[in-house]
């Protein structure tokens, strides 16, 4: 039984923005996050924690990406996400120079 035609998206660039943010974005903004945190509080113990929960934030925002209608908002909200962290990042480093 084919699928239904209304639920498929026969455009390339719709997937293509859906499936780089899934995969690209959602590295970006799990990476800075931990670093933000790393910045904030213990190193080690961020970073190695960061291993498992790296991971299971990826992969969470890998399924609302694809949730998302437009690939290109989801973006955008990645985008700001991740530069908001790096924002955190550089007041963590510059803050809390004494550990």
Request: charged share 10%; with cysteine.
């Amino acid at each position: 039984m084919p699928a239904n035609s209304k639920y498929l998206n026969p455009s390339f660039w719709p997937r293509f923005t859906k499936i780089t943010a899934a995969i690209l974005g959602g590295y970006f903004v799990s990476v800075t996050f931990h670093l933000a945190l790393a910045s904030w509080f213990s190193r080690a113990d961020v970073l190695i924690t960061m291993a498992f929960t790296g991971f299971i934030l990826w992969v969470a925002l890998m399924v609302i990406a694809f949730l998302a209608k437009s690939g290109w908002k989801i973006w955008g909200i990645y985008i700001l996400l991740t530069l908001l962290f790096c924002l955190f990042i550089y007041l963590g480093q510059t803050y809390n120079t004494a550990k």
